[in-house]
């Protein structure tokens, strides 16, 4: 169970944690201001950033629109930026999809090369220019860990990338007061979205009768309960405060490296979804909903026992007569209820999706991978089984 760790941000939580903002941009002069539509302008933070910036003295710069699923057209708009500007810090506001753009833009702004080779490739890269996050909707704890997705539009490629630990942010800001506007289908997606990255590590392929993976199994089933209430209470009341602070504090562990760091997960449902979105653009958090509940009721058949805890110890089922697999299989039910209970979609056709483009939503799930999945390994009948079953 060796394994590494370091979590350089320093994360602020809490209402009055703009406050730190000033301090930690003290040594920056040019700072490029990242942030998608919008709702930063009209709930008023956009303005209140700006004027803390030009009291400051900073000179600044702007990417806006940055869009669910950022692209790296978007990467490449921000590089130009840093480069012809000198900027010697960026800051990213808003959620995930922008602090991933901003994470390759802070890589991009200091390198001679292409940034899709690093994406894609994986090329060793040592240099970033300084990244600072507020975030506004807790959705992929991307402001508290090294990881980015971008979407190539040209090839058709949605890709996962990290780089432990630069690409962690030097600090990142949560205050749940500023993500009490967020509507309501962006809400359940990042509710869906903080399960998934639980999930995908709970499904993992170590030895669970092992003490010290235990404790991980149990950290992550106690977390995924409260998402669940926290989750179907914040749909009632969007402007529940306390709900939202729950939540943005599991949201800032939820994909960080203290909450997986000796699990392998499975993490074929991120791959899949990453290839439909890719080849659709529909909302990372709605694809999951989807494929996930289909993934489960595919592979328990290979590993039920996985299952049955998750039906015991997540869904809080009590087991009857029926076997395992069958108790299984009314944990993942329950689950696909809870996920119809709070208004997420079930199935690809809520997108307009058909069959029409299957190929290509199998071939982008693999890439260069003979398999995907490490829970269970998954060929290409898997995965062509699994989108049926989503349409």
């Known amino acids: 169970m060796n394994f590494k760790f ?15 903002l000033p301090n930690e941009l003290s040594q920056a002069n040019r700072i490029l201001l990242v942030y998608g539509g919008k709702s930063i302008k009209s709930s008023g933070l956009y303005d209140q950033i700006i004027t803390t910036l030009k009291d400051l003295k900073k000179v600044v710069y702007e990417l806006s629109n940055v869009q669910p699923n950022p692209t790296l057209s978007k990467v490449y708009e921000g590089e130009k930026l840093c480069k012809d500007n000198h900027i010697d810090y960026i800051l990213a506001i808003g959620g995930g999809s922008v602090i991933d753009c901003a994470k390759a833009v802070a890589v991009a702004g200091l390198y001679d090369g292409d940034i899709w080779d ?117 749909v009632k009341d969007l402007s529940n405060l306390e709900i939202r602070e729950s939540i943005a504090y599991i949201g800032t562990q939820a994909l960080s490296t203290h909450a997986r760091h000796i699990l392998e997960g499975d993490w074929a449902s991120h791959l899949i979804e990453h290839a439909i979105s890719a080849v659709y653009d529909i909302p990372h958090g709605g694809g999951l909903a989807i494929v996930i509940p289909h993934w489960m009721k595919h592979v328990i058949f290979q590993s039920s026992l996985k299952f049955k805890m998750f039906a015991a110890n997540v869904m809080n089922l009590t087991q009857g007569d029926e076997t395992d697999l069958e108790f299984g299989l009314r944990g993942i039910d329950a689950f696909s209820d809870f996920l119809e209970t709070i208004g997420a979609p079930l199935k690809l056709s809520y997108y307009g999706i058909d069959n029409s483009q299957i190929n290509e939503m199998i071939d982008k799930s693999f890439g260069s991978l003979k398999t995907i999945g490490k829970f269970v390994n998954l060929d290409q009948s898997d995965v062509e089984n699994i989108l049926n079953a989503c349409l």
Not at 6 to 20: A, E, H, K, V
Not at 174 to 179: K, N, R
Request: glycine share 4%.
């Open 6 to 20: 370091s979590n350089p941000t320093r994360l602020y939580f809490g209402s009055d944690s703009m406050s730190n």
């Open 118 to 234: 690093i994406i894609k490739y994986k090329k060793p890269v040592s240099k970033k220019i300084p990244l600072g996050t507020i975030l506004t909707n807790s959705a992929t704890s991307s402001e508290n860990n090294y990881y980015s997705v971008i979407t190539n539009t040209e090839t058709v490629e949605k890709l996962g990338w990290a780089v432990w630990p630069l690409n962690h942010p030097e600090f990142s800001i949560v205050d749940p007061c500023l993500m009490l506007s967020v509507p309501l289908e962006h809400t359940v997606y990042g509710v869906v979205d903080i399960m998934s990255h639980m999930i995908e590590n709970y499904f993992h392929n170590k030895d669970v009768n092992l003490p010290i993976i235990a404790i991980q199994d149990r950290h992550l089933e106690t977390m995924l309960k409260q998402m669940m209430e926290l989750g179907k209470g914040l």
